[in-house]
């Protein structure tokens, strides 16, 4: 990386958080030249970076540089460009690669199609959701089905798992998928109602509205008990869409500032540019994406 600072990857690790590096201008840095690093965080800065100035078109690069890792943060943060950045066709072709290959990406394709927040994911999670061979990727599909078509967490996300007493007085562990997926279809059909076109965006059983989303994750984190998991979520989604830069809701992954989340939200809300974001279309930074 000639004539260009390494940047640390314990800095840029981050990214699997969200789209900015506390003490790091990304901005200062070339994408084209990140994307040609040698350090695979480096390529994800430079992917996040291309993406961000509204280069779209960087996300058919996510599987060669993904593949090249097992690490966690490595993936999580390609799952969030491809899902956030990205939309539907996109996230197939992300994920096309690793089909079939034993790799476990089905929890991360879970994660990336639930952030697409298009309606016609919803039938892509109940396929998976059916497939899923394993607890974890189930209980991610139920939260992104909640996510999606419950503003609060609901019967949705509570999931399909029952406990049942046996003849023998034992405890009995169940998939009730036969009265889940009804529960998650119903409501996908009162959603789909409200809809002007059928693959508008949707978020909390609505139509998503970046405006409104801010306005309602100004009263989450203000409330007496937030859902933690629901705000990482959303404010993931408005920092996504708006590049307001977010990273200071939580001290730590589990302690939200309810204070700076706060300022950060009222600042966005008293701003003009509220007036750039129109009810039923994702953003990127600002840029819009398409269905």
Known sequence: ????????????????????????????????????????????????????????????????????????????????????????????????????????????????????????????????????SDEETRYQIERELSYLLEDTNGPIIRGADESIESEDEETVHIINRQDYFPKVTAALSLVRAQLPVPNTPILGGKVFDVVKLARRLLERVGSAAPEIGRIHRHRLIFEAATGVNCAAFFDSPVKLNSLQATAILETFLDSDDVKRFVPGQRYFFGHPVGA
């Open 1 to 132: 990386m000639a004539r260009y600072t390494s940047i640390p990857d314990t800095k840029l690790k981050q990214l699997s958080l969200g789209f900015y590096v506390p003490g790091v201008d990304l901005s200062s840095y070339d994408p084209a030249r990140l994307l040609q690093s040698d350090e695979i965080w480096e390529q994800i800065a430079g992917l996040f970076l291309a993406c961000e100035v509204g280069d779209l078109s960087a996300l058919h690069r996510i599987p060669s540089i993904i593949k090249e890792s097992d690490a966690y943060l490595v993936w999580q943060a390609g799952t969030n460009l491809a899902g956030l950045a990205g939309n539907l066709s996109s996230v197939k072709d992300v994920f096309k690669p690793f089909e079939k290959d034993g790799s476990g990406t089905e929890y991360f394709m879970t994660i990336a199609l639930g952030q697409t927040l298009d309606p016609d994911a919803i039938e892509m999670l109940l396929t998976l959701h059916n497939d899923a």
